[in-house]
């Protein structure tokens, strides 16, 4: 049993349906990308997950239903979502940013041993730790935003393109610390983006989709290896 | 010198008054985006139930802290029963109802404890001081000082507890704080009780300067709207010093600007709000892109 399973995913905005039922599992202890052209629902699909938007299916984690759960509940679940444009608390610190990715949790010393732990990922955080998170770069913010889903100790991480705004060699960085991170802290990577190239070397198993419903999935590097597969959906 | 020294200092003490209804306007404003002109009602709501807990026989101070804790549940249930089902909406219905909320309570108030005018007692008595030769009123001195502890503890809750920082974080990204785990509405909600408790403790030290009835604070909500302005809507410390200045210009053109005297001192708020929006809109202390929240 996948740690998160999918089945008949609608969802949408307003009267507008953009996911068209679909389903799919996510293997814990495995990275796995959602591919795909604008607006095939990428995004729409992790909001979903989250509860931030309106759907029907059924959506398991770990075996209990948050199909219906709003964004906090299915935060409890220890789901963190790093969203589109990073979602940083601009007015707070680096640190109260982090504090703050650590609200559902109770234990004192835990969370500040978290705090270090994720400066030793990002030791750019610590030298900013007092600084308002606004007047980051946008690399640091995504750096930020990585570090606050992890003070959540998530076992699934959902993240909406965290190499959108980032020069190559800033992505690439990015890229072998969240591979680091998955393997080091036993999370699970559920990771949605247009940069397919990159994403498909480091992904154990990747999904396509297109106009709301999934085309294709398999092994990352099957797909990544298929010429024909890249021409026609991941234009690479 | 003497009298103008009283003049200022009482002047500073009405501002103090100002500065905690603008205070309870800004902390809403500043989690919500709503302005609410029902701020200064729910003050005399409250109020008057300190009134009714005192003619039931409670001492004062002890009259003080059940009204603090009703209105602090009040601002719950409000939040809860007539904000939350607007919450995000358009600004004009956001308006509406706050003004819709403002004649609820108003009427509300007039309905139970009637329209006629009461007496209200100050915690501080009516003895003066005397410093350096010249007489000062201790509630003068005790309204400052309460509303510079409030602001302390404000911001003892903001910066250094858990809630605190999850109603800073709502007010900046309510959708990343829901992702995060933050309870949204539940954040407002204790937004809204603070801010009614705030509001209460306004009105207990207002009442006693002028007589309690139903549109007592009426008055009072121009002048804090006026402090809230040139503070800048969203900072509390700026709603603070906003209403200082306001006082203070208040009661020194009261007495030494010969036209204007006690019947067109109300200009001195309208002028300020006039004058902030021309030439300053964001305020002394308040930030730009507010509105984007």
Known sequence: MSLLEVSDLEAGYGPVTVLRGISFGVDEGKIVTVLGPNGAGKTTTLRAISGMIRRSGTIRFDGDDISGHSPERVARHQIAHVPEGRGTFTGLTVEENLRVGAYPRRERAGIKEDIERCFGHFPRLEERRGQLAGGMSGGEQQMLAIARALMLRPRLMLLDEPSLGLAPNLTRELFSILQQIASDEGVTLLLVEQNANLVLRFADYGYVLEAGSIVLEGEADEIRADEGIRRSYLGV | ?293
């Open chain 2, 1 to 293: 010198m003497e009298r103008f020294v009283q003049v200022a200092i009482d002047g500073w003490a009405t501002g103090s008054l100002y500065g905690a209804l603008a205070l309870a306007v800004v902390l809403i404003y500043r989690s919500t985006g709503i302005v609410n002109f029902a701020q200064g009602e729910m003050a005399m709501f409250s109020t008057f139930i300190a009134w009714g807990l005192l003619q039931a026989g409670l001492p004062l101070g002890l009259a003080l802290l059940g009204t603090l804790a009703l209105s602090f549940l009040g601002g719950l249930v409000i939040e809860r029963a007539i904000i939350r089902p607007v919450e995000g909406g358009e600004v004009l219905t956001l308006v509406i109802v706050t003004l819709g909320l403002f004649i609820l309570v108003n009427s509300a108030a007039g309905w139970i404890w009637g329209f006629g005018n009461r007496s209200f007692p100050s915690v501080f008595g009516d003895s003066n001081i005397d410093v350096a030769g010249v007489a000062i009123p201790v509630e003068s001195i005790g309204i400052v000082a309460v509303l510079i502890a409030v602001v302390a503890l404000l911001f003892a809750v903001f910066q250094r507890t858990k809630v605190g920082l999850a109603m800073r974080a709502v007010a900046m990204n309510p959708e990343s704080s829901r992702l995060v785990g933050i309870s949204v509405g539940r954040t407002l909600m204790i937004g809204w009780g603070i801010a009614a408790l705030v509001g209460a403790l306004a009105g207990a030290l207002i009442a006693p300067r002028l007589f309690l009835d139903v549109n007592f604070m009426g008055g009072v909500l121009i002048y804090s709207f006026a402090a809230a302005t040139l503070g800048g809507f969203d900072s509390p410390l700026g709603a603070v010093l906003g209403g200082w200045i306001i006082g203070i210009a208040e009661g020194l053109a009261g007495s030494y600007v010969g036209f204007i005297g006690s019947d067109l001192k109300i200009l001195v708020p309208l002028v300020a709000i006039l004058v902030v929006l021309l030439f300053r809109p964001t305020g002394m202390f308040g930030s730009a892109d507010v509105a984007r929240a």
